[in-house]
Structures are given as C-alpha cells and as structure tokens.
C-alpha cells in the first residue's frame, strides 16, 4: 500500500520536474494540473470535465457582473434620490 502511494507521489514530482525542464517556454500555472489530469483521464472525460468546470466559471461570472450591475444602480439611484 506504501508502495502504490509513493509511484503516485513520484509520477506527480516528475511530472513536474518535466514541466520544469522545458527551457524558454514560460510555464503558466493552470498548466500543472491540466496536464495531470490529462494524464489520467481518457479524452471524452477530460472533455466533459472541461466543459463543466468552463460552465461553472461562466455562471459565476454572469452572476458577478449582475451583483455588480445591481450596486451600480443602486449607487447611482441614491445619488440622486430617485426610486422604482
């Protein structure tokens, strides 16, 4: 059992150490764990979970920029003392 949990601690270091070497190549940090998962995952999963990690950032920011729309108005009304 310590056997199996040291070759998955070693197979993620060099990994890295892989990533590391690639000389001139700036090595941006979302890299890192893309690349391990799509080490281990096949192709249709990696997409599915690429597609809903990509689904979830577009609804938070869609539900941000409402929030932020919403205090702007509200300022805004204030300002002049105007209501709905």
């Known amino acids: 059992m310590r056997l199996k ?3 998955k601690f070693y ?11 690639r000389g001139a190549e ?6 890192i764990p893309l690349k391990w ?3 281990r995952l096949t192709a249709p999963q990696f997409l599915i979970l690429s597609g809903i990690l990509v689904g979830c950032t577009a609804g938070l920011a869609g539900v941000l920029f ?4 919403h205090y702007i108005q509200h300022f805004y009304l204030q300002s002049y003392q105007l209501s709905f």
């Open 26 to 31: 700036f090595l941006h940090m979302h890299e």
């Open 37 to 39: 998962l799509h080490d």
């Open 66 to 69: 409402k929030v932020i729309v």
């Open 11 to 21: 197979r993620f270091f060099h990994g890295l150490n892989e990533l590391e070497e």
């Open 5 to 7: 949990k040291l070759r």
